[in-house]
Every structure is written in C-alpha cells, then in structure tokens.
C-alpha cells in the first residue's frame, strides 16, 4: 500500500469558523491514519489555537503554525524545532512609518501577544487562550525580542499604501501580504519573510517522516497555501479558493468546509 501525507490547511479548508470540527470529520481523519497514512495541519494559527484540531485528530505528526514560521512536534521532545522569526526592528520600523494608517497590529512570540491597544472586533484574530500573554502599548516599548509573525488591521482604504511601504523600503527582505477582505475589517495586512512559507514546511515534515514528495497531498483555500500546493505531489484547492491557488493547484474541488470538502476528496482519492 502506498503510504500518502495529507497536508491539511485549517481556517477556510477544513473549518469555516474558530472551531467548527465536526466529530465525523475526526473520526474520518482518524480512521485514515489507522490504513498507514499521516496527516499534517499546515496553518497560519498559532499552535495555542490549533492544538484542538491536533488534539481531536489523534494525530502523531509534527504541527506547521505561523505559516511554516514554527514547526514543533508536541509528542517528540527531540524533534529539531524549526523557528523562523522576524526581526524586531523591521515590525517597529513598518509601525511607526505607517502607524496613521494603522487601526491597530499586534505581533507574537509563541504564546506572548504583543497588541498596540484593546478592541473587541479584533479579538477572534487573536486566539486567545489561557495560555495566552497580552501585553499592550506601542511596539516600540513592548516588543524586546524577534517575534513569529506581525499581523496589521489597517484603516479604511490603507492596505495598498502600507503593501507598498513595506515593498519598496524593504525589497523583497521582507514581505507583505493583505488577506482576503472581511466583513468587519477592510484590510488586514500580514508581514513575514521569505523564508517563512507553508512550503517549506511541509517539505522538512515530509521529509522528517521519510514520504516522497510524490505522495504528499495537500489541501488548501488560501494565498498562504500557495507554496504548500506546489511542493505538494498532488495540490488540492478548495470551493472558494483565493484565485492565485486556483492557478497553481492541480486540482480543485467544487466543496469547501461546510460541505466537509477535505473528507470528501481523500475518501475519492483514496477509494475508501
């Protein structure tokens, strides 16, 4: 029997809220891994909120956070972590030049939250948890050390202009990404490195787990997944997909997470 990793994206894939996992779902992710087959969570969460889908799918592999920026194995001490973070004086450089067009940004360092100020609507960005740290105030004053990841909730209108900012000063050293649009907020705007891709990620897990890039399988929605998809053997995008994957994956299924799309593909592939 041929052994396949399936490497699953979470928000937009296999769930459509913060923790819409339906038991069927788990028990199908389960039961797959029973045939011999692995399974990896490739996400832009922080470990802190995605612990719950690893936790309920049983599953024994490394988890890929932070867009491959963190890759632990919560059941292997000697796993060799990977942490890639960006440099401290590059977030408080990009806040500052762009700080009035920013409603507000926090940045992360594992389970530390580094917010610039208190507000409701943004809290689901956050995942917080009980093992969460907040700590508030200007970057400039709290953030000592390389964080994870740096996420911007812009103003109205303000994503293009901070993109550029972080484009030209900083010429592909350091990237910038606006999420998709959402209903409550009009540009979300993600700053990470270049060497910070789902891709990569999975490429060191499959590797760690000694599956030839030939039979990793990964599903996804995102434009963060685009890397994933094309290491991947077989790329896989979900209904409603950001139009960028679409191009690049070689398959796309007419499901998305309500329609338990990612159940639905691996029973198909798999012939189950």
């Keep these: 029997m041929t052994q396949y990793l399936f490497a699953l994206d979470l928000d937009g894939t296999l ?35 995605s612990r719950f889908a690893y936790e309920r ?14 890759i632990t194995h919560p059941l292997d001490e000697q796993f060799k972590i990977v942490n890639i973070t960006l440099k401290k004086e590059y977030i408080i450089d990009i806040f500052e030049n762009n700080v009035d067009l920013i409603r507000n940004a926090f940045s992360e360092v594992r389970d530390n939250i580094y917010l610039f100020h208190e507000e409701k609507a943004i809290e689901p960005l956050l995942h917080l948890t009980p093992d969460s740290n907040l700590y508030l105030g200007h ?16 103003k109205q209108g303000s994503g293009k202009a901070i993109e550029a900012y972080v484009k030209q000063k900083y010429q592909g050293l350091v990237l910038a990404r606006i999420w998709n649009l959402q209903a409550e907020f009009d540009s979300i705007i993600e700053i990470f490195t270049p060497e910070n891709n789902k891709g990569k990620g999975l490429k060191y897990v499959a590797e760690y787990l000694n599956i030839p890039r030939e039979n990793v399988i990964a ?11 094309e290491y991947a053997g077989i790329g896989v995008a979900v209904k409603g997909s950001h139009p960028d994957l679409v191009a690049v994956a070689d398959q796309q299924i007419d499901k998305g997470p309500r329609e338990n799309a990612v159940v639905h593909f691996i029973r198909d592939f798999l012939k189950l």
């Excluded at 799918?57 to 963190?70: D, R, S, V």
């Excluded at 970057?139 to 812009?154: E, H, R, S, Y």
Aim: proline share 4%; net charge negative.
């Design 219 to 229: 599903i996804g929605d995102g434009h963060n997944d685009i890397e994933m998809i």
């Design 15 to 49: 769930l459509y809220d913060f923790d819409s996992l339906e038991e069927s779902t788990c028990e199908f992710i389960k039961s797959i891994q029973t045939l011999g087959h692995k399974v990896v969570i490739a996400t832009g969460r922080p470990f802190r909120s």
């Design 57 to 70: 799918f049983g599953l024994n592999t490394p988890i890929i956070n932070y867009n491959g920026g963190l």
């Design 139 to 154: 970057l400039k004053d709290t953030l000592k050390v390389d964080p994870n990841g740096f996420i911007i909730i812009g």
